[in-house]
């Protein structure tokens, strides 16, 4: 029952490749097949051994002895028995948050500090640089370290070099710090040690702590109660926009999204288990992605990571997470929405990988091992791309020009669902320690269920007054064209037929402090519209048209009217012809 998508060999997908770019009217580069020179059949795609062992090798050497034990907690929410299955990793990792005898993280202060010692230290060939990307609510610094050997950080210099780039971030959540202190840990290495040859191959942007102040008060979300993690296509927070922006500027290829999950808490009450796994994984699962972006995700990405964990003696499972109700035993995979940064960056064409270590509600327990498992996931992937990188470069064009030619042709979804499924989990008995198996209800992202779909447009025609969505598009990155001239559209209508209000929804229940949004039902009507000189055109006939569906269908939870960034329905009008009046960029 524990299965992973059923995925065909990469020579199959290969040749869909080669008769999808015979068929397609839009130009198509050819791709070789990726792996057609691999020694090995199944599984598909393994890692070349690394050249250095990273994990060990970006470890201090540290004698264990000089360790303060991290789990001495008086109040240690499980047994000595539970304790005793996560023992300390074989390495010690130094970070201001890991010193021994440290009862806080590393503050916002150090963090800075350290990025910048690193920029003024680099070794040699490395260009590493603090880009500032904005502040958060309370005022602090949102910072990004860029390691790259391009001769200049600005992002026209980076792209030029041709090689892909890795977005690694932390710490969206601020009560789920691991990912942080790891962060630091490969930026050092990356920019002064044993992985600083994979600048080679590859250009990383380390953005440490995402959510400065979540951090230093120790919460989930942001300043204003908003959580980040669920306002990717919104854009409302500070902290959301600036890792917008930055993406937009730097195109990663890659992205990998660092979290910590909730080990007992409501496992205990519900399950009257512990949850037992160093890591969980799940890449983009949400509408309309582009299915060779699966495939890479799961065979360039996670197949490799899961065995580098298992090198360093670390489990593994998809992600999951259950809901805050107690009378709810369903347990989900990742939510299937498009607001997290997973899956946003999933539909802006990257590879986007979520981790997340055992941590949330269990003080500084096994703190050492959670680094060390984030470590392992953000080398493996750096090492990845590294490996793959001729092949990501071919694979984003392909699916860039895949995306642009679907407009005006077939179906979207416009709103999916995970498939209710059976699932063997393992957590731990609380008492002894012991595994204990457990069949759930389980919904599962690896398949999704079409709950709407419609043709889909030539793209969306926004009213004058659309301005705001217009800022929000053009932030992830989206191109919006502005009508020069008055003219004329075929398009479908939005025509009310319910409406009512309530909240957004994630499979563990509501989203943090989330406005209340409108529910509208709708039904189309064709019709010739007018337009006027000064409203917007945003072509589906873009990388990003996938994107642009998930915020401009109105009838869905995440979309640009039901959170009140489009005033009226008649402010959109889905265009079903490609138009022929003058239109002009916008800057
Ligand atoms: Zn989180």
């Not at 397609?24 to 057609?36: D, E, I």
């Amino acid at each position: 029952m524990r299965s992973a998508p059923s995925l065909p060999s990469w020579t199959s997908v290969a040749a869909a490749i080669l008769l999808l770019t015979a068929c397609s009217s839009t130009p198509l580069p050819p791709w070789r097949a990726p792996v057609t020179n691999a020694p090995a059949p199944k599984p598909a795609v393994v890692a070349p051994a690394p050249k250095v062992e990273a994990p060990a090798a970006v470890a201090q050497a540290v004698p264990q002895a000089s360790i303060t034990p991290q789990d001495a907690d008086s109040a240690a929410p499980y047994s000595a028995a539970v304790a005793a299955r996560f023992p300390d990793p074989a390495i010690a990792y130094s970070t201001p948050g890991l010193q021994a005898g440290r009862t806080s993280y590393s503050s916002n202060a150090e963090i800075s500090t350290w990025l910048r010692n690193l920029a003024a230290n680099p070794s040699a060939g490395a260009k590493v640089s603090v880009l500032s990307i904005g502040h958060s609510q309370q005022g602090t610094p949102l910072e990004a370290l860029l390691l790259t050997r391009a001769t200049s950080p600005d992002a026209p210099s980076v792209l030029a070099t041709g090689r892909p780039t890795v977005l690694l971030v932390g710490q969206q959540h601020g009560n789920e710090p691991a990912g942080s202190e790891a962060l630091l840990v490969v930026a050092r290495e990356l920019a002064q040690g044993l992985l600083e040859p994979l600048l080679d191959k590859v250009n990383v942007l380390v953005v440490p702590r995402a959510n400065p102040d979540g951090a230093a008060a120790d919460q989930r979300a942001t300043a204003n109660g908003i959580d980040m993690n669920r306002d990717h296509l919104l854009l409302q927070t500070p902290e959301a926009r600036a890792l917008a922006q930055l993406a937009r500027d730097y195109q990663p290829t890659v992205v990998l999204d660092a979290h910590e999950y909730t080990v007992v808490g409501r496992y205990l009450q519900k399950y009257g288990a512990v949850q037992k796994y160093d890591a969980l994984l799940q890449y983009a699962m949400t509408a309309n992605m582009p299915e060779f972006l699966t495939r890479a995700s799961e065979e360039w990405f996670r197949r490799p990571l899961i065995a580098a964990l298992k090198t360093q003696k670390l489990s593994s499972e998809w992600y999951y997470t259950t809901s805050t109700a107690l009378d709810d035993l369903q347990i989900s995979m990742g939510g299937t929405q498009p607001d997290t940064g997973r899956n946003v960056n999933g539909l802006k064409n990257a590879v986007s990988m979520l981790i997340e270590t055992r941590g949330v509600g269990i003080g500084r327990m096994h703190l050492q091992r959670r680094v060390h498992t984030q470590v392992t996931a953000m080398v493996s992937m750096l090492q990845s791309t590294a490996t793959r990188a001729e092949q990501l470069g071919q694979l984003r064009s392909f699916i860039d020009r895949e995306t642009s030619s679907l407009a005006c042709r077939g179906k979207a979804t416009i709103a999916a669902g995970p498939t209710k499924v059976q699932y063997e989990l393992t957590m731990l008995d609380p008492a002894t320690g012991n595994d204990k198996q457990l069949t759930v209800d389980w919904n599962s992202a690896l398949e999704l269920q079409t709950q709407t779909s419609r043709p889909r447009p030539c793209g969306y025609w926004l009213s004058a007054t659309s301005t705001s969505a217009v800022e929000r598009l053009q932030l992830l990155g989206v191109q919006v064209l502005r009508i020069a001239e008055p003219g004329s559209l075929l398009g479908d209508l939005y025509k009310e037929t319910a409406r009512s209000s309530g909240t957004r929804q994630d499979v563990r229940g509501g989203i943090s402090d989330a406005a209340p949004i409108i529910k509208t039902e709708v039904a189309l009507t064709r019709s010739l519209v007018d337009i006027s000189a000064g409203s917007f055109y945003v072509p589906l006939g873009q990388p990003l048209g996938n994107l642009v569906l998930a915020a401009l269908e109105p009838d869905t939870q995440n979309s640009y009217f039901a959170n009140h960034l489009l005033g009226t329905l008649d402010d959109t009008v889905r265009v079903m012809t490609e138009p022929t009046v003058r239109m002009e960029r916008l800057p």
